[in-house]
């Protein structure tokens, strides 16, 4: 699976899913309450034997992600006992309730990301920006890899800024190592690599001010040749235009494609539709996106296993 960012993940209330929005307010409310910072915390956690990333709570303080896997809920189960909150407060809104008294170290892609930031010195820079429409291109190779992804993205600065990160999905299998960026309208500076994920730092052409628009397109290249049947964009919501393009080699033309809606990556699909492949070799898929979540294209080859 390879991934573009249009903005933050985020997750619905439906039942069976986490309540992301109760959770974060309970965090908050617990922070509050003992007056700590997330630096204080995330040194507590340490003592404790578990390394997370200060991104990463800040993003479920304020919503934007949810814990999600037994390595994060035993991360949340530890945060109750150091707030010293009611069992449950916190693990409860998650609908799981993890042993709390294991040593963990954050390890998916997605608890990655919070980690990489905090190497780049961007751990708050991602709510420095509203992303305001999003166009994601992508080439499937013959090897049926996704060799090439080019994306434009139309920004609104929430705050002056200068730099901005940008967080880079590479696909199942996938080493972080073999992909390059170019970026146009900034250049490259920092980098943080994991598995399977690339966070970069982008250092805009010239300063913007609160609330100004401005274009950046980067493009992304692989030179890794591991076959991937899906790509999936996540978009921020709140009327953001988001499209997605795929292109199929010639001579790696897929017998069945699709197009999906979800909450987030873990989620089951809202919606699936079917697309139809003519004669340009590619399929679209254009939304206006009124909440967060992902959307997604998905294809089968005939030689699939």
């Known amino acids: 699976m390879s991934v573009s960012v249009d903005g933050a993940t985020g997750q619905g209330t439906d039942m069976g ?57 035993r991360v949340v189960a530890a945060l109750e006992e150091i707030l010293e909150v009611t069992p449950g407060l916190l693990t409860g809104p998650l609908g799981e309730h993890p042993t709390p008294h294991e040593h963990v170290t954050m390890g998916s892609a997605d608890d990655q990301v919070g980690t990489l930031l905090d190497a780049i010195d961007a751990g708050t820079l991602l709510d420095s920006i509203r992303v305001r429409q999003g166009i994601t291109r992508v080439w499937v190779s013959q090897a049926g890899s996704n060799d090439r992804i080019d994306v434009d993205l139309v920004l609104r600065a929430t705050r002056p800024i200068n730099r901005i990160p940008l967080v880079v999905f590479g696909g199942t299998g996938v080493d972080a190592a073999s992909m390059h960026v170019t970026v146009d309208g900034g250049r490259v500076g920092r980098i ?95 939304r206006e996106r009124v909440r967060r979540g992902v959307m997604g294209i998905r294809w089968e080859f005939a030689d699939q296993p």
């Open 17 to 73: 899913e986490p309540d992301r929005m109760m959770f974060a307010r309970a965090l908050r409310h617990a922070l509050t309450e003992r007056d700590l910072t997330l630096d204080r915390v995330q040194a507590r956690l340490a003592e404790r034997g578990i390394s997370v990333g200060r991104s990463t709570l800040s993003f479920w303080q304020n919503g934007r992600r949810v814990p999600r896997g037994l390595a994060s809920l």
């Open 192 to 286: 943080a690599s994991g598995h399977e994920v690339l966070v970069i730092e982008v250092l805009l052409d010239r300063d913007y001010r609160k609330g100004e628009l401005f274009l950046l397109r980067y493009a992304v290249r692989q030179t890794s040749a591991v076959p991937q049947t899906e790509f999936v964009k996540f978009s921020e919501g709140g009327g953001t235009l988001s499209a997605l393009v795929v292109t199929f080699h010639p001579d790696r033309l897929p017998v069945q494609v699709e197009h999906f809606d979800a909450r987030d990556l873990n989620a089951s699909d809202l919606s699936v539709q079917p697309l139809h492949l003519g004669s340009s070799r590619r399929v679209s898929v254009v």
